[in-house]
């Protein structure tokens, strides 16, 4: 038997997912409810797969769901990397770039355990990287 793997959902994406998930099958309007829902939820949010959202929420209604951790850029504002965003390669090292995410073991979106991690090592002395912080848009998570 193979293991059914869970969707990982938003906290929005939860919260719909948990007002309707105890609805009787019993009644067959009850389940259509919570699918006119997600639909509702789809069409008002950009996406760049749409298709796929709605395959997550039917999943989780089905076989439940995982919180999807947010994610955060840390954009620098300093005069030689404005606009530029903070990338940490796969040796470590720390670079201004672009936001592209995951390329090449380069990492652009960083969790706040993460951060918090960062902000111990002594090339974030003098910076706040929870003010540098803004929160990675649902369409641009990465895994």
């Known amino acids: 038997m193979s293991e059914i793997n869970k969707p990982k959902l938003t906290q929005v994406e939860a919260n719909l997912v948990e007002?309707?998930?105890n609805l009787p099958f019993f009644d067959l309007d009850e389940p259509l409810n919570y699918?006119?829902?997600?639909?509702?939820?789809?069409?008002?949010t950009?996406?760049?797969n749409p298709r796929k959202k709605l395959e997550n929420l039917a999943k989780a209604y089905f076989v439940g769901y995982e919180i999807k951790e947010k994610k955060y850029y840390i954009e620098l504002n300093f005069n030689y990397c404005n606009g530029s965003y903070l990338n940490v390669n796969q040796f470590g090292v720390w670079v201004c770039g672009e936001k592209r995410g995951v390329f090449d073991?380069?990492?652009t979106q960083f969790t706040q355990d993460e951060i918090d991690e960062m902000q111990k090592d002594?090339?974030?002395?003098?910076?706040?990287?929870n003010e540098l912080k803004t929160e990675v848009?649902?369409?641009?998570?990465?895994?």
């Open 35 to 44: 699918f006119t829902h997600v639909v509702d939820y789809v069409e008002q």
């Open 105 to 107: 073991g380069t990492k």
């Open 19 to 21: 007002r309707q998930k």
């Open 46 to 48: 950009p996406l760049t």
């Open 122 to 129: 002594p090339r974030a002395k003098g910076l706040d990287l």
């Open 137 to 143: 848009p649902e369409d641009e998570l990465e895994g």
